[in-house]
């Protein structure tokens, strides 16, 4: 009853509970899962004007396209960014203007006379450079009987999408070319620049002939440098620009000596091995079958070459890892050999193990006498030399591929049966012939080594070192890039402009660490020193070979840069100018020779020069301004001093040679229009981006 009684004075705070209670179900459930009113809602990484690049979407072409690829996941994405950007953009103009590609041209472009040319691409065959029909045709049998595999289906699907993309691509591409003309105007002024040439006579003071202590720099000047060339440093989203202290991790001396030491025993281990190719392959070195003459030995080839069979060579210091190689063989090897073989290369219908199969039983049909190998060479080989018998005929040492040139040379007897894989295929081989003139001797060797890496007390005692100059020097950036220029056994560095999903930073290249910088500077504030050290590997040994410390360094909004954030990208061009004007100055009204005395200048000649040439001879190199003022001059005439790129000229017109006018306009007029056209598959997507609504949030998520 007491219960009861106390259930009733509250009553009105209890129901406020349940109904809260039931509330928070509510929304718990409008929250959740894919059926939830915010379920649909799928995750972006962009927008190409204003249609979604989904994440899951993205995922999943990315697992399809590069399945097993061990290449740069980062560039990878880059990549596939591209392809979503370039896709939508393509997408949305060809609706505007109605076009696409119709089930039929479609079926053409994958396996008609004339395919696409990313089914060129991906289906040629390596060994005759040559669309493989075969396998083709293959797949498309599998796609008609629908038994093409799940993971094939996934690759297929994605690929259409890339043949359609890519041929309303071509499209448009086509309109665009027809659209251009040449006026009349455009191709006589071309004709007029193209046949007017010029001789001149020049000197070329260099910058450094004035000392930077001569001349005084301002932030003006910095500023009339950006204003004058607005276009250098124009930002299409917001960059910015890291500093980075670098502590490298190298081997001790103690460190080398180990790893000597540790080489000289395996050499002692070595010697009593009773399997070389086991003992090697225990300690990861490499052993081959094929036999090098003297010459073919890189390194220590006297030494190596002289040994006798089974004596051991080492240890020795071979690029950053000692080494030690042991003399297995030596035996004199034909200048040439002759050989015959059938190949039977893999397809879709026919995998690799099918072939190994097909070639066993081959060469147990000819070495039972039921059937020639010329005969079973006409019947199986998959080659041009099938109807020959499968004749190579001679072949000179690493005429082939590896596999087939070790076979033939230093391993099969004359008149056997031999099989080999290579790059084309399961091969039956036999060797019909052999030459032996200059009795060339060649030796088979195998190889151990041990990098000469840093010791875990070395990585860490370095570590150590970086801890505490972080600690010492991480109030802002600026002190902390001061404080490396002053420590010996470091690097500083400031990196360029990089934005929101660069993975490439200055000298530290590419890859998951530089990566995450960048992602930590994106959200950090000007000026702020990252908490933690980032870790670096060494990409074939995996040992920690830096320990990096990275701080925000400039901030750069979208737009044009001001001085003060590319002042360290332009501070040596704007001191050239500087110079530049104080040498065109002292210059003024002198002759070339004249000019050439005063600072102990070279004079020399360009020859047959024109008006639009975009590289002046001589080593003179790309140089506008000069090409601007040269081609007012009057024959005899001398320009003023000129400041250009690579120093101060001054030039005299020594001949003027003026063209005829135009005697085929529109032959003139066809070219120039067929020039543009060649650049319009070139420019087109650029220019389309540059007019799109981009937005990018990759960064976000990697």
Request: glycine letters at 8%; hydrophobic letters at 40%; charged letters at 20%.
């Amino acid at each position: 009853m007491a219960l009861i009684s106390t259930i009733r004075k509250n009553s009105a705070l209890i129901v406020v509970l349940i109904a809260l209670g039931l509330f928070g179900f509510i929304i718990q459930d409008m929250m959740g899962g894919q059926n939830s009113i915010f379920g649909s809602i799928q995750p972006s990484i962009g927008k190409i004007n204003g249609q979604k690049v989904d994440l899951n979407e993205f995922n999943r072409t990315e697992s399809v396209l590069y399945a097993g690829s061990s290449g740069d996941i980062y560039s990878r994405r880059s990549a596939l960014w591209d392809y979503f950007v370039e896709k939508a953009l393509i997408d949305q103009e060809a609706a505007k203007l109605g076009i696409g590609v119709s089930k039929n041209e479609l079926n053409d472009l994958q396996f008609g006379p004339e395919p696409s040319p990313i089914i060129m691409q991906r289906f040629m065959d390596q060994s005759t450079q040559q669309l493989n029909r075969e396998q083709l045709n293959a797949i498309k049998q599998q796609i008609t009987a629908n038994t093409l595999p799940a993971t094939a289906r996934s690759y297929w699907a994605i690929q259409e999408q890339e043949i359609i993309k890519d041929r309303m691509q071509t499209k448009l591409i086509s309109m665009v070319s027809k659209g251009l003309y040449t006026p009349s105007w455009v191709a006589e002024a071309n004709q007029k620049e193209s046949a007017t040439m010029m001789e001149v006579v020049y000197t070329r003071v260099p910058f450094d002939a004035v000392d930077n202590s001569e001349v005084s720099i301002s932030d003006e000047d910095y500023e009339n440098y950006l204003k004058e060339n607005p276009g250098l440093f124009k930002f299409d989203e917001e960059a910015r620009k890291i500093g980075l202290v670098t502590f490298d991790v190298k081997p001790t001396k103690a460190d080398s000596a180990a790893q000597r030491g540790k080489i000289a025993d395996f050499i002692v281990e070595w010697r009593q091995a009773t399997n070389d190719t086991v003992f090697v392959e225990q300690h990861l070195g490499t052993i081959d079958g094929a036999y090098i003459k003297k010459e073919g030995l890189l390194q220590n080839a006297d030494s190596i070459f002289n040994l006798p069979v089974g004596a051991i060579f080492g240890p020795y210091v071979d690029g950053n890892s000692f080494r030690a190689v042991k003399l297995l063989d030596r035996k004199v090897i034909p200048d040439s050999v002759k050989s015959r073989h059938i190949l039977i290369a893999p397809n879709a219908n026919l995998p690799l193990a099918a072939c190994k199969a097909r070639i066993d039983s081959i060469k147990n049909v000819i070495e039972k006498g039921a059937s020639t190998f010329a005969d079973m060479a006409l019947r199986f080989g998959t080659d041009g030399t099938a109807t020959s018998g499968g004749d190579l005929g001679y072949t000179g040492l690493n005429g082939m591929v590896k596999p087939y040139n070790d076979l033939i040379f230093f391993q099969a007897e004359q008149g056997k049966l031999y099989t080999v894989e290579t790059q084309f295929g399961i091969h039956l081989v036999e060797v019909t012939g052999k030459k032996v003139t200059s009795n060339s001797t060649g030796v088979r060797v195998a190889y151990i080594g041990e990098a000469i890496r840093p010791s875990k007390e070395t990585e860490n005692s370095r570590f150590e070192a970086a801890q505490r100059f972080l600690n010492a020097n991480n109030q802002d950036v600026e002190s902390l890039l001061a404080a490396a220029k002053k420590t010996k056994g470091i690097t500083q560095e400031t990196s360029p402009a990089v934005n929101a999903n660069e993975f490439f930073l200055g000298s530290l290249g590419s890859g998951q660490q530089p990566r995450e910088i960048i992602r930590w500077a994106f959200g950090a504030s000007k000026g702020q020193v990252a908490p933690d050290i980032f870790t670096f590997t060494d990409p074939v040994e995996f040992y920690t070979n830096k320990y990096v410390i990275a701080g925000l360094k400039t901030v750069i909004a979208k737009g044009l840069a001001k001085a003060d954030q590319v002042k360290e990208d332009i501070e040596t061009v704007v001191i050239n100018r500087k110079k530049g004007e104080l040498i065109a100055g002292k210059l003024k009204g002198k002759s070339v020779e004249a000019a050439a005395a005063q600072y102990s200048a070279k004079i020399d000649t360009m020859r047959n020069i024109r008006f639009n040439q975009s590289f002046l001879p001589n080593n003179v190199g790309a140089e506008p301004r000069v090409n601007a003022n040269v081609f007012k001059l009057k024959q005899g005439q001398t320009s003023n001093p000129v400041v250009g790129n690579g120093g101060v000229f001054v030039l005299n017109a020594l001949f003027v040679t003026t063209p005829n006018a135009a005697t085929d306009i529109n032959q003139l007029k066809t070219t120039l229009s067929g020039n543009a056209r060649s650049q319009v598959s070139n420019r087109f997507m650029p220019a389309f981006r540059k007019m799109a609504t981009i937005k990018d949030k990759r960064s976000k998520y990697f």
